[in-house]
């Protein structure tokens, strides 16, 4: 079986991006989480695409995710 690493440096050479530094699969990760506990599971990939559209990066997203939770009211981080 590939692993995830494996699909994603694969995933990202195939649309042409540079693949993603350890550190920012973590934060991405930890979005995802973050973003799954809060709400519906659903937000997660959702989520994830627009912090990738957004221009920042994994680490600003995820801080902003935590706030946000924290907004309203969920038990994450």
């Known amino acids: ?6 699909w994603a440096d694969r995933y ?3 649309i042409g ?3 993603l530094r350890d550190d ?3 934060a991405l990760l930890a979005l995802a989480g973050v973003a799954a506990h809060a709400s519906e599971r659903t937000a997660a990939p959702i989520s994830t695409w627009l912090a990738g559209r957004s221009g920042l990066s994994a680490a600003e997203a ?3 995710a935590d706030r946000l939770a924290s907004e309203l009211g969920s038990d994450e981080p």
């Open 1 to 6: 079986m590939t692993t995830a690493r494996t």
């Open 12 to 14: 990202a050479e195939a």
């Open 17 to 19: 991006v540079q693949p």
């Open 24 to 26: 920012e699969i973590d």
């Open 62 to 64: 995820k801080a902003t």
